[in-house]
Structures are given as C-alpha cells and as structure tokens.
C-alpha cells in the first residue's frame, strides 16, 4: 500500500477513502502498509478480483458515483456466487493525471452509498496516476464456512438448473445506455438501463444456497457462456428450455417490438444473476428459498452427461446461436 | 473474477497463469468466481495491494519478467514489513490491447521464478484491455499471528530507529536506468540499477521482528518520508544521524565522485529496506538477528517527543532537504 508519493494523494486518501475504513477494525484506518483479515473460527477468507477500464466496461461520461457502486458490485457478485458474508474490499485505482477533485468525492460517495446497504468496509489500496484511460480495480474479502463454500465444479448428472431474476437485461440495458432501442418506451430503457448500470449481488441468495446448491456462478459472461463455465468446470453438458427462461417485462416487450430475440439475452453479460444446480429432490426447498427473499427462481433447465450446452426452442430443437458471451480483448 | 470474455482472455489465463495456481489448494486452478484462504488457527489473513503503471512506475520497454518480479516483489515487502509469512496473492492486469503473447509469456515466467523463491501461488485475478498503458495490479496476502502483527503506530519515546540493508541505492538505481550517472564505474551503475529493478522483500527480517519491534514500515517513498509517516501514525518525532545511514559503496562513491548528496538518498524512494523501531535494551537481541539472517540491521537514530524528523549532520546540525519523498501524482 505504498504509491501514495505526493501531498496530492495523500490528501485524496485523507479526506475521501479514510472515511470509508472507518468500520472495519483490521484496516489501520488505511495508515499502515496492509491490513488485516480476521475469518470467524471455522470460516475461510473468500477473495475475488475484478477490474474496470474506463470506455471498455463503463462509459467514460458515466457518474462517478455509479462507477463505484458498479465497481463494488460486481465484485461482491462473485462472493455471492461462492456462498460468502461480504465483508470487506482494497482498492486499486490508476486515474486520469487530470483528474478532478470533484469525480473522486463522487466516487468514494457512491461507495459509501453501497458500503452501507451491503455491510462491507474499505481496507486499503493504492491510488496512482495514469497517462491512459482510468483503470478500477477492487478486490473483495467475504467469509464462508470452510465446508460450504459453493463453486463450479459441483453440478451432477440429473441435476436441476437454476436462475435468479430475469435474464439479458443489461445487454438491453447497455444498448439503451447507447441510446438504442428507441422503439422502446422511456421508461422500459430507463429500467434495463439501470439494470446495466446498477446489478444487484445476491448475496442473500448465496448465502441460503450453501444448503442446497451443487455449483454456482455469477451470469457476466452471459447465461450460455457461464452456464458453459459451469459444465467445463463440472465435466458434464447442460440442456435449457428458451422458453423457460425468465424474462423482465421489459425485455419480453423489446422482443415484442422485434428489436431483440431470445438468442442476445440468453448471450447477452452483465446481468450479475445466480445460475446455480440442485439435485430435483431439492426443488421444494429452492422454491421456499426465493419466496422467502422475494426473488424469482427459475427452473431453467437439467444437466446431462457430455459436453456443452443446448437451448432447445419450444418445439425442442436446439436454437443457434451467433456467440457465446461477448469480448473486449 | 469475471473479465474473461473471449477466447484470447481465456487462452491467456489457460497458458499462463493456471500453472501458477498449482501450489495452492484454495485458487480452484483459476476456475472459479473467487478463492480460498484458510490462515491457520489463531492467524488473520493480512492483505496488501500496490499498482505500478507502465512509464510511471518502470520505463515501457522494461523486461517483462523483471516488471512481473518487481511488481510482485513491491507487495511482498508490504507483507514483511508486517511481519507477515507471504503465501499468495491475486493479479489483476489492465494490457494494451495490442499486447504480444510473448510479453505476456516473459511476464508469466517472471512471476513463476520469484514464486518459487518467496513460496507464494496464484490465486485469482482478472486480465482486461485498456488503450493507455498498462496498470498492473497486485494483491498480496499473508499470515500472521493475531497477537503479533506489525503495524506504524507502535514508536515509544525513547526507542532506538533501526534500518535494514543500505539506503538510497534504488534511487541512484533509477537515475543509471534512464542513462545518468556516467561518471560510475559501469559495474557500480548495473548493481545500483538492480537495486531499483529488483527490490528485496526483507521477509525473513519482519518475520523474527514481530517479537522484539514495536513498528516497522517499508521503506518506498523515502527513509525520511517513511520515518515520518511512522512518526504521525505513532504520535512521536525522530532524530537520525545523518553519518549513521547505511550507504552500499557504490552509494558511497557517487558520493565521492560529486552525483549525488546523503540528502537524496535519505529522499529517495524505492529501497523497499525495512524502517523499524525497538526499545533500547533489545539491542543485542536486534544485532543478532540481524547477524543470523545475514543481513546488515543498522541503528541510525531516536524518537523523540513531539513530531516531524530530524536528520542532524556530523555536528548535530540539521540537514536541510530538498524534497521528501518522490511524487507521481
């Protein structure tokens, strides 16, 4: 945690992130050279890492402040996927050498915003100057009980497999962001847009399906590609019903409108869902479990033995799809 | 640990990095959302992250395997400089999107020799395209009894000031890089130029200082930046003898030879030497230590009462500095 080479800088760490450490008692208050992690007896440390490239994964005219909240949820989107208690998280930042000090208080606000509402702290990290694009990296610390720590390696032959929420709505999202989709109401691109620029971890769901999951994965790639993810890890194939597919109201009107198929949604990133398997006994207890966080389950589709996944359409023919998740390198 | 969006991304981690993970048991080989870290009983996990950018923190047509070592290397010395047993840590790399695989490659096999030497793994990461130079980010992570963490804020009145290794040698370093210091022996300028390109993590030293220091930091931004940064967490001032300073002899004889001051040493950043205090009677304990591990451990001054660092010279005088500490941001 060195770096922090110029008054500058200090300043920045002083007066925006040392607030940010301030609930969490292993963090020197950001004055030291690391910090400290301690997992409850019997518990693990959980660590995931994810970055953001300023005009690749974010428009560079975005509000700082969801650029933050996007940054931390992410990240704790791939704790959720695992089973952990998010607890803390380090920041790496390179910024524009131009950088104002108004876009770094409007970042560690939108930071603080979400620290609260998922009970995470700031820990440390490093803050440098870049002559390039801003370069976000943050990295996660949740906690899991040794023994329960989902992954995805777990799915079996037989196997249900599951969703959270609906799927392919920040694809959607990232186009309205584009300005796309204008045969869309304003308010359905506003919805998916914000679906985009704001995913929801569930963590909550994570955490209940320590209990009853095989695997789990966080949807960034896409439903196809992280299902695909799952089955390479696992060493089985996957077989979905399009149909079966949950859809937000939005979505099921852009395809209405006929400027999106079912193909892009199911291949469409970011929608930071859980797509999760349990064996069909289990099927009671998934159901109670979304219930019980008002959060759609979806019943998806089953795993078989082989490789790869299929889509079958309504009449049970596989859907062709162009790709399998998107790329930006 | 998303990010992996095209087959490019994934043949990357699949070539290079999986094998790094092969040592540790919680990294799930790379394939999966997060990983594990299981401190043993009655340890916390301490984390620890810098970030160096290209042609900021190494010049651009660096050595890929020395940028990997030195990048690696900056964060093991946060560890040690907490009394830390270094175990793993997680990568997270923002390439020009024109990258070639063998930079790539070059930067992997860097990170694999000084893995095996500092018995840390892989555990995770994420790799994204950026237009501007390269950002590297590491997260490093270690272990250390609960009770027995070293931290900046523990400096009592009183206590001895000890440094290890020789101070300002990474600065000279610096200057031979870009082509300075001709008036050099060339052999003295390719020793003070590995001193900048590979720092030392002093691991071994801030393992056996936990029982007998009361602070420790890492000497990045300076001896006298880093004194003082001690200083304000520790609520105390330092005195140091100016002639105390260890000086390696290439230091010493671009100082006979007029290209450099004992001021830019003790202001030159990058020695990543370890800056501690002790109380008086652990004297002998410290030269022992410092006698067993083979390494020069050398009492250079006081604190004192109040706030702020002193460098007095020959005559107690104090010295006047220019600067304290180098800024990039």
Redesign the interface.
């Known amino acids: 945690?060195?770096?922090?080479?110029?008054?500058?800088?200090f300043d920045l760490i002083e007066r925006f992130f040392k607030p940010l450490s301030r609930a969490a008692p292993?963090a020197?208050a950001l004055?030291?050279?690391?910090?400290?992690?301690?997992?409850p007896?019997g518990e693990?440390?959980?660590?995931?890492?994810?970055?953001?490239?300023a005009?690749?994964?974010y428009p560079e005219n975005e509000e700082p402040s969801t650029v933050a909240r996007r940054l931390l949820r992410?990240n704790l989107s791939?704790?959720a996927?695992?089973g952990?208690n998010a607890t803390a998280y380090?920041?790496?930042?390179?910024l524009p050498?131009d950088v104002a000090d108004a876009w770094v208080e409007a970042f560690a606000a939108g930071l603080a915003q979400d620290q609260e509402a998922f009970g995470v702290a700031l820990?440390?990290?490093?803050?440098?100057?870049?002559?390039?694009?801003a370069?976000l990296?943050l990295?996660?610390?949740g906690t899991?009980a040794?023994d329960a720590?989902l992954?995805?390696?777990g799915a079996g032959v037989g196997d249900d497999i599951y969703v959270s929420g609906s799927i392919g709505d920040a694809a959607l999202g990232l186009r309205a962001v584009r300005g796309a989709l204008a045969a869309l109401a304003p308010e359905d691109r506003a919805a998916l847009a914000e679906r985009f620029r704001l995913p929801e971890p569930r963590l909550a769901l994570g955490a209940v399906l320590v209990d009853v999951a095989t695997c789990a994965?966080?949807i960034?790639?896409g439903l196809v590609a992280d299902l695909g993810?799952l089955c390479?890890?696992s060493g089985v194939a996957a077989r979905i019903a399009a149909d079966a597919v949950p859809l937000s109201e939005p979505a099921q009107r852009a395809i209405a409108a006929g400027v999106a198929a079912i193909g892009d949604l199911v291949t469409g990133?970011d929608d930071y869902e859980l797509l999760f398997c349990a064996a069909p006994p289990a099927r009671g207890t998934v159901d109670a479990l979304g219930q019980r966080l008002g959060l759609a389950v979806t019943r998806i589709g089953t795993i078989e033995r082989g490789e790869g996944v299929t889509i079958a359409d309504a009449d049970g023919r596989p859907l062709t799809l162009g790709r399998t998740?998107?790329?930006?390198?």
Chains 1, 2 share one sequence.
Do not use: Q, W
């Open positions: 945690m060195t770096g922090a080479r110029r008054t500058g800088e292993g020197f004055g030291n050279d690391g910090a400290l992690l301690t997992p007896e693990s440390v959980v660590v995931t890492k994810d970055l953001m490239v005009g690749v994964h992410v791939d704790l996927a695992m952990a380090a920041l790496g930042l390179a050498e820990i440390g990290g490093d803050t440098v100057a870049t002559k390039g694009p370069v990296s990295t996660a610390f899991v040794d720590c992954n995805r390696a994965i966080d960034s790639d993810h390479t890890e990133g998740g998107y790329a930006h390198f």
